[in-house]
């Protein structure tokens, strides 16, 4: 995500709490923390998937998804 885009959702924070937004402000940043969650999401998913555990007796295996319990 773009600083810039960063930059607007702390301003929009900063406003929120001293003044309030107004509805289109609103949904700008609901669409702002969707855009940089997502993003951060991925980033997460990716870095994990590479990611390699080594054990003590130096056998490795790559992490695994944990599938949710139903």
């Given at each position: 995500?773009e600083?810039?885009?960063?930059?607007?959702?702390?301003e929009?924070?900063?406003?929120?709490?001293?003044?309030?937004?107004?509805?289109?402000?609103?949904?700008?940043?609901?669409a702002?923390?969707?855009?940089y969650?997502?993003?951060?999401r991925?980033?997460?998913?990716?870095?994990?998937?590479?990611?390699?555990?080594?054990d003590?007796?130096?056998t490795?295996h790559?992490?695994?998804?944990?599938?949710?319990p139903?």
């Amino acid at each position: 995500m773009e600083q810039k885009k960063i930059d607007r959702i702390n301003e929009l924070a900063r406003k929120k709490k001293a003044e309030g937004l107004t509805p289109a402000e609103l949904e700008e940043q609901a669409a702002l923390r969707a855009e940089y969650i997502a993003g951060f999401r991925a980033s997460l998913t990716a870095q994990l998937e590479n990611t390699v555990v080594v054990d003590p007796d130096g056998t490795k295996h790559k992490v695994e998804k944990k599938n949710k319990p139903s």
